[in-house]
Every structure is written in C-alpha cells, then in structure tokens.
C-alpha cells in the first residue's frame, strides 16, 4: 500500500522510538480522519498522501520536543497533534480538548477504534474549564495566535507549566505580544518529512 509505505519512510526518517502498534494505529487514525471528514470537515486537506506529510509527520516531527508530563492538547479539532502524540506515546496521559460537539463526536471515536487507552476527551471552552488537575503542558496546532493560547490554557496548566504551539515562520510579532507572566523557552526549528515549509515548535513558560 503506497500510502503505509509513505507513512513508514516518513517514520523512519523521523527515527522516533515507538511502540510496535504505533503504525498500524496511525493508519487507523487516517482512515477514520478520512471517513469522518466527508461530513464533519475536520481538515482542509483530502489528499491522502498530503495528510501523511501535513498532518502525521508535521505533528510527529515535535513530539522529541515535548516536555514530559500530562498534556491538553486545546482546540484539538481533527485531533491534531493530541491523537498522534498519543498514540506514540502511550505512557503519556493526554486529554483532547474542543468546543464543537460533532469534533468532539469524532475525538470519542478514535480513542474508542485506536484502543487510546491513555487518552479523554473534554468537550467545552478551554477558558470555562476548571480541571481537577492541571496539566503540565498545554499543546496546540492552528488554534490562534501565541498571546490567545497562552490565555485560554492558562486555567489549565499548572504554575511553571509548559505551553508547546505548533508554528510555521518564526513568529516574530506574535512573540512581542505575549502576557508579561509568560516567557519563551525557546523556538525549535522542524523538520518534517515530505514537507518543504517552515515549521516551528515555540516552547512558552507560564509564570
């Protein structure tokens, strides 16, 4: 299958370690991002192939980056990155957080097909959400820009917290504006297979 074959070289590349169900898992995950997306328009991109590339292998290429710890994955969506991060990451407990109820519909489903034993779904505003735990790290992907993250998972992280954003350009602008209370880490530069664009992972610090 040219598509199993172009997600196991991308893998490959990425010399990620993973556990032996990851890829299988991850061809499940697509199959159902596919189906679901007829009707509930999750992502823009319908090309097989582009959402191996665009959206597998660009999630999977932050995840050596990620600090340890629990994580929200806010604005989920389609369930990017919080479900491929899950599923390579087995160990981690991950929470997928969206507003839209068909999106969190979706999210159920794919913890339920891909047997994501260490992954919840939270259907509601990050800013209206007081969990009885914060997390450690809060990660998104085209959910806003850096200063909008920053204040809708503020509620959700514990002090001293880990904010991960998933970025194209270096974000110059949207660094200046950021709340005095949160400091940048550091900006790591990606490289994602297959994919000739520019991609960051800008690591944020709550106060």
Known sequence: MPLERELND???????????????????????LQKWNRTYNLTAIREPSRLVTHHLLDCLAAVPHVPEGSIVDVGSGGGLPGVPLSIVEPQRAVTLLDSNHKKGAFLRQVTIECELRNTQVHVGRAEEWQPAVRFDVAVSRAFSDLAGFAEAARPLVRPGGTLAAMKGVYPDEELALLPTDVSLIVAIPLQVPGLKAARHLVLLRLA
Request: no cysteine; hydrophobic share 50%.
């Open 10 to 32: 991308g893998l490959a590349a990425l010399t990620l370690p993973l556990p032996a169900e990851a890829p299988d898992k991850l061809l499940r995950y697509l199959g159902l």
